[in-house]
């Protein structure tokens, strides 16, 4: 053993730190890269869903990179109707229009609702919690006024080259907007 | 035996190893949602027994952007059509189009053919050659006309932005803020979550508001008293659905009420005092409404109603443009 020794480390100590070394800022320099080169990209543009398009088919809860979608539902209040029976909140036949659990259409409670005035409430969204599964943008949009929609939260987004809920988004909602104004938000109708 | 199984080299092994996760990886990403979003397809067929009115006439209007119709004296069928109103012969020919300023958002002919063609916040008066001989404006700056109706007590204006009927004399003068909440006679207050506030005469003398809020059909005097209210929250056939139902009401000739819901699109006949009757239309007859209620906006979806007086049921598909003419069969 000690006579062959020789011939199977012909790498000297001091060539395996120096390959070592090379390794190491190649590996460096790659990891670097794969990490700035998307944010360069997103320097400029970012994914956005267009609420026109979107069809709230539910991939978007499903599809993201991230555990917990960075697709989240969002309130236009000025195109909130603010009803008692809120489509998007209550499931379709509720037993009673109270916030009882069986009653709630969103399968993580994300939605808060406030009473304000008789007949009136307020609904708000729980980030935290939405999973962007678009149950109450459905709703709200073929029943009510249509205030729920949903976007992509930039403070969650990766910016992924090629976004994985773009790809089987059957709507074809999904496009790059300028970082500048990286939402599209609805308006209230004319 | 296990020495003749042949081991596989690093390469193959890991060659199947990437396939493996490859194959897993796209599986993933091919697995569906998880269940139907939203479903209320138990709602969307109509028991054929409760049916009692078909189609007699149909056709689909020239003007893109239609909001409210009307029954005129003489038997034309007034459409509020995009950028003015047009009048239809009973065939559906058309016979007249006067233009407006802006969109019409609905239309009413008073018993004198005088026509009522309402804009977002004034309404435009035309007498019946088509000139127009008077204007009536809203006072308050959140108006959204969406409702008119004439009788021979004035002229009231459905006001969705500001949730009240504003009643005008028959010389154009403001008089009256009809349907707001009132503890003394009891009204609940008109609960308009959208723009969907309509006003109907009644044979009865009283008029008929949608209460689309509380899912009721309230009547007043026309001096501004509340007489009492019906409605129904449900999903099922005799009950207004959704967050604001009906959309649309209107009055036959014998007193009984005609609605029409958005989301579910259907139309249906109520006695006096409010029990369901039977269906004029069912969901079945607008695919495309009800496509368009859950495929774009709720705001834009919805049907229009009138009633002539033959008692038959004029129809406005808001989403195609379409007017049916709906008789009784049964």
Same mark, same amino acid.
């Given at each position: 053993?000690?006579?062959?020794?020789?011939?199977?480390?012909?790498?000297?100590?001091?060539?395996?730190?120096?390959?070592?070394?090379?390794?190491?800022?190649?590996?460096?320099?790659?990891?670097?890269?794969?990490?700035?080169?998307?944010?360069?990209?997103?320097?400029?543009?970012?994914?956005?869903?267009?609420?026109?398009?979107?069809?709230?088919?539910?991939?978007?809860?499903?599809?993201?990179?991230?555990?917990?979608?960075?697709?989240?539902?969002?309130?236009?209040?000025?195109?909130?109707?603010?009803?008692?029976?809120?489509?998007?909140?209550?499931?379709?036949?509720?037993?009673?229009?109270?916030?009882?659990?069986?009653?709630?259409?969103?399968?993580?409670?994300?939605?808060?609702?406030?009473?304000?005035?008789?007949?009136?409430?307020?609904?708000?969204?729980?980030?935290?919690?939405?999973?962007?599964?678009?149950?109450?943008?459905?709703?709200?949009?073929?029943?009510?006024?249509?205030?729920?929609?949903?976007?992509?939260?930039?403070?969650?987004?990766?910016?992924?080259?090629?976004?994985?809920?773009?790809?089987?988004?059957?709507?074809?909602?999904?496009?790059?907007?300028?970082?500048?104004?990286?939402?599209?938000?609805?308006?209230?109708?004319? | 035996?296990?020495?003749?199984?042949?081991?596989?080299?690093?390469?193959?092994?890991?060659?199947?190893?990437?396939?493996?996760?490859?194959?897993?990886?796209?599986?993933?990403?091919?697995?569906?949602?998880?269940?139907?979003?939203?479903?209320?397809?138990?709602?969307?067929?109509?028991?054929?027994?409760?049916?009692?009115?078909?189609?007699?006439?149909?056709?689909?209007?020239?003007?893109?952007?239609?909001?409210?119709?009307?029954?005129?004296?003489?038997?034309?069928?007034?459409?509020?059509?995009?950028?003015?109103?047009?009048?239809?012969?009973?065939?559906?020919?058309?016979?007249?189009?006067?233009?407006?300023?802006?969109?019409?958002?609905?239309?009413?002919? %008073?018993?004198? #053919?005088?026509?009522?063609?309402? =804009?977002?916040? /004034? !309404? &435009?008066? *035309?007498?019946?050659?088509?000139?127009? $001989?008077?204007?009536?404006?809203?006072?308050?700056?959140?108006?959204?006309?969406?409702?008119?109706?004439?009788?021979?007590?004035?002229?009231?204006?459905?006001?969705?932005?500001?949730?009240?009927?504003?009643?005008?004399?028959?010389?154009?003068?403001?008089?009256?803020?009809?349907?707001?909440?009132?503890?003394?006679?009891?009204?609940?207050?008109?609960?308009?979550?959208?723009?969907?506030?309509?006003?109907?005469?009644?044979?009865?003398?009283?008029?008929?508001?949608?209460?689309?809020?509380?899912?009721?059909?309230?009547?007043?005097?026309?001096? %501004?008293?509340? #007489?009492?209210?019906?409605?129904? =929250?449900?999903? /099922? !056939? &005799?009950? *207004?659905?959704?967050?604001?139902?009906? $959309?649309?009401?209107?009055?036959?000739?014998?007193?009984?009420?005609?609605?029409?819901?958005?989301?579910?699109?259907?139309?249906?006949?109520?006695?006096?005092?409010?029990?369901?009757?039977?269906?004029?239309?069912?969901?079945?007859?607008?695919?495309?409404?009800?496509?368009?209620?859950?495929?774009?906006?709720?705001?834009?979806?919805?049907?229009?109603?009138?009633?002539?007086?033959?008692?038959?049921?004029?129809?406005?598909?808001?989403?195609?443009?379409?007017?049916?003419?709906?008789?009784?069969?049964?």
């Amino acid at each position: 053993m000690n006579a062959s020794a020789p011939n199977e480390s012909p790498v000297s100590r001091r060539d395996f730190f120096r390959n070592g070394a090379r390794v190491a800022a190649v590996g460096g320099l790659a990891a670097l890269g794969g990490g700035v080169v998307p944010k360069a990209g997103a320097g400029t543009t970012v994914w956005q869903i267009d609420p026109a398009k979107c069809l709230h088919c539910g991939n978007c809860a499903t599809h993201c990179v991230l555990e917990q979608s960075a697709v989240k539902c969002v309130q236009s209040f000025p195109i909130c109707g603010y009803c008692q029976l809120c489509p998007g909140f209550f499931t379709p036949e509720p037993n009673a229009l109270t916030t009882a659990a069986e009653n709630q259409l969103c399968p993580t409670a994300a939605i808060r609702r406030r009473y304000i005035e008789d007949p009136y409430y307020e609904y708000t969204i729980d980030e935290g919690l939405c999973i962007g599964c678009s149950k109450c943008v459905e709703g709200c949009i073929r029943f009510g006024n249509g205030s729920l929609y949903l976007q992509i939260r930039h403070d969650r987004c990766v910016n992924c080259n090629e976004c994985s809920i773009s790809r089987v988004c059957p709507g074809d909602a999904f496009r790059r907007v300028p970082a500048s104004s990286p939402y599209l938000l609805k308006t209230q109708p004319a | 035996m296990s020495g003749n199984v042949p081991k596989p080299d690093r390469r193959t092994f890991l060659g199947a190893l990437g396939a493996g996760g490859l194959a897993a990886g796209l599986q993933a990403q091919a697995t569906p949602a998880a269940g139907p979003p939203y479903d209320v397809s138990k709602f969307e067929t109509t028991d054929p027994r409760l049916v009692a009115y078909a189609c007699a006439a149909t056709w689909v209007c020239r003007a893109a952007g239609v909001r409210g119709i009307a029954a005129g004296p003489d038997g034309r069928i007034w459409v509020a059509a995009g950028l003015g109103v047009a009048a239809h012969r009973p065939d559906g020919a058309l016979d007249a189009e006067w233009p407006l300023p802006e969109r019409s958002t609905a239309v009413a002919v %008073g018993p004198d #053919a005088m026509v009522y063609a309402a =804009t977002r916040s /004034a !309404i &435009h008066l *035309f007498d019946p050659a088509g000139r127009r $001989v008077g204007l009536l404006e809203s006072p308050a700056p959140k108006a959204w006309f969406t409702g008119v109706t004439v009788t021979s007590e004035g002229v009231f204006v459905a006001d969705s932005g500001n949730r009240v009927i504003l009643r005008f004399d028959p010389q154009g003068k403001l008089d009256g803020r009809i349907g707001e909440k009132n503890g003394a006679n009891g009204a609940p207050g008109l609960a308009v979550p959208s723009p969907y506030l309509t006003v109907v005469r009644h044979p009865d003398g009283n008029l008929r508001v949608n209460n689309t809020g509380r899912h009721k059909v309230d009547a007043y005097t026309p001096s %501004g008293g509340f #007489a009492g209210a019906w409605g129904e =929250t449900s999903f /099922a !056939i &005799h009950g *207004f659905c959704g967050c604001c139902n009906p $959309v649309s009401i209107a009055a036959l000739p014998d007193g009984r009420i005609v609605t029409a819901e958005k989301g579910l699109p259907r139309v249906k006949v109520h006695s006096v005092d409010g029990r369901f009757e039977s269906v004029v239309a069912g969901v079945e007859m607008f695919p495309e409404n009800a496509k368009a209620g859950s495929r774009t906006e709720g705001l834009h979806s919805g049907l229009g109603l009138a009633a002539d007086e033959r008692g038959r049921v004029l129809i406005l598909d808001y989403v195609t443009g379409r007017v049916r003419v709906m008789q009784r069969i049964a």
